[in-house]
């Protein structure tokens, strides 16, 4: 399992704004696809969104279409969030590998990943 480091996360009002990174630890990450999941509390991990590799086709899931952009630069990857409502809040996990998006952004994906990474806990409260 490749390892990644996510951060950024943190407590932001409804309304506000964040953006996510994610980061590889010892590898290229542009040769990879990735995709950004989150875990709200109590439930199963969600799929947000998917970046290709070489074309950077983008991918959303429903819930966050319209709030969340995805994008990647030099060897990072970012999630911008914005709008963000109460049931955006959950650790954020990104993952790295070669199945294309529309796997990535499966429930057979999530329920097949066993290794998520420490995550970014994001808190959308007043």
């Known amino acids: 399992q490749l390892r990644l480091v996510e951060f950024g996360g943190g407590l932001v009002q409804p309304g506000g704004s964040l953006t996510l990174s994610c980061i590889s630890a010892g590898f290229n990450l542009d040769n990879y696809v990735v995709g950004w999941f989150r875990q709200a509390p109590g439930k199963e991990h969600e799929a947000v969104s998917c970046?290709?590799?070489?074309?950077?086709m983008r991918v959303y899931a429903d819930s966050v279409k319209g709030r969340v952009t995805i994008s990647r630069d030099n060897n990072r990857v970012y999630l911008e969030m914005s709008n963000l409502k109460p049931e955006d809040t959950g650790t954020y996990y990104c993952?790295?590998?070669?199945?294309?998006?529309?796997?990535?952004?499966?429930?057979?994906?999530?329920?097949?990943?066993?290794?998520w990474g420490h995550g970014t806990r994001v808190t959308v409260s007043s």
């Open positions: 970046i290709t590799s070489v074309a950077k």
């Open positions: 993952a790295a590998d070669h199945l294309d998006c529309a796997v990535k952004l499966s429930t057979w994906y999530i329920q097949n990943t066993n290794y």
